[in-house]
């Protein structure tokens, strides 16, 4: 079988497959919130109401019929993409909830990402090119470090110093209170503000997303300083490097025209994977920054247990994951000719 096929072949097996993938997500979610302690009627209605308004708000929940019941009704409505209406906030379905509080999950994971990959490949890269010296060591210890620091530990440590200590940036929000937001087009502050051609705006909506996006993205890149400073110290031994050298071509030549270009290969594969679940785990980072993002939004709805709610943010971020992981094999293949299927 040719390359082409094979890589055809696998993509639609993948494709097939995600279906399967996403229902045994949705299932495990619906099971998982209905084993746990506790009753969403009592968490909405309170524990001095009565019986018989407890009964009929649990009859138009769909919460008064068997569990088997439940489950059908749950997936019938997640054929037809109906993600269903939560239960918290009356009236709202739950693609209403996204479609509010998923833009500032994208904006926060966008900036975040981009910082993380310039400080995580430029500390790798001199940490490479560099090997065995104080340049390699320190690398390799803001790796290490970057890596096992909790982010919410790092957030509520760095809002205290820059927030409320020194005043230096806002805390939970992200436009000041009492200015209205740049004309929604994106629901993107910073892209909306260019569209409407506003810098004040945009310089507001930077500012507003500074600290949560460096927290965010100095801590991520240290998954990036380890893959490229691991896969850089490799491609700077290989044949083609040396034979670069010995046509004496400089050093800053060869590590960006030849051996970084290759050693971007797994990054790709990495930076996919890191945004899609950067988009649906930001959940501790946006809780203890107060960010108004589409997690900490899951984050309530998992506190009030409001069941349609996380069953369609979780299946929602679940169908994100999953078409990123096949994009980023599809661009792994294209850009790498030695993967085979």
Not at 75 to 99: A, H, N, P
Request: charged letters at 15%.
């Amino acid at each position: 079988m040719s390359r082409s096929k094979a890589l055809y072949s696998y993509i639609l097996i993948r494709l097939l497959l995600a279906p399967l993938m996403l229902w045994t997500i949705s299932t495990v979610v619906f099971l998982l919130l209905r084993a746990t302690p506790g009753d969403p009627v009592d968490a909405i209605l309170g524990p001095k109401a009565s019986t018989a308004t407890k009964e009929a708000l649990r009859s138009q929940l769909g919460l008064d019929g068997s569990l088997l019941q439940q489950y059908f009704n749950y997936l019938g409505k997640l054929f037809t993409f109906d993600l269903g209406t939560s239960m918290t906030t009356r009236g709202e379905s739950v693609w209403q909830i996204i479609q509010n509080y998923f833009p500032a999950t994208v904006e926060l994971a966008v900036f975040s990402m981009a910082i993380s990959l310039i400080v995580g490949v430029t500390i790798g890269s001199i940490a490479a090119s560099h090997p065995n010296t104080k340049l390699d060591v320190g690398g390799r210890l803001f790796g290490i470090f970057t890596y096992a620091v909790p982010p919410f530990w790092a957030g509520m440590i760095l809002q205290l110093i820059f927030a409320v200590q020194l005043k230096w940036f806002p805390l939970g929000t992200r436009f000041p209170t009492g200015k209205n937001p740049p004309p929604n087009v994106t629901g993107l502050y910073t892209i909306d503000s260019i569209l409407n051609s506003n810098v004040d705006d945009f310089l507001i909506s930077i500012y507003h997303l500074a600290l949560p996006s460096l927290t965010l993205g100095i801590l991520l890149s240290g998954i990036f300083e380890r893959i490229v400073r691991i896969n850089l110290k490799q491609t700077l031994k290989a044949d083609y490097v040396e034979a670069a050298r010995a046509r004496g071509i400089s050093e800053l030549k060869i590590l960006f025209s030849h051996a970084l270009k290759n050693a971007m290969i797994p990054v790709i594969t990495v930076l996919g994977l890191t945004f899609a679940a950067l988009l649906g785990g930001a959940i501790l980072t946006e809780v203890t920054f107060s960010w108004p993002g589409l997690a900490n939004r899951l984050y309530q709805a998992i506190s009030s247990r409001d069941y349609p709610t996380v069953q369609g943010i979780v299946v929602f971020f679940a169908g994100i994951v999953v078409m990123a992981s096949i994009f980023i094999d599809i661009l792994n293949a294209y850009i790498d000719p030695r993967i085979r299927y």
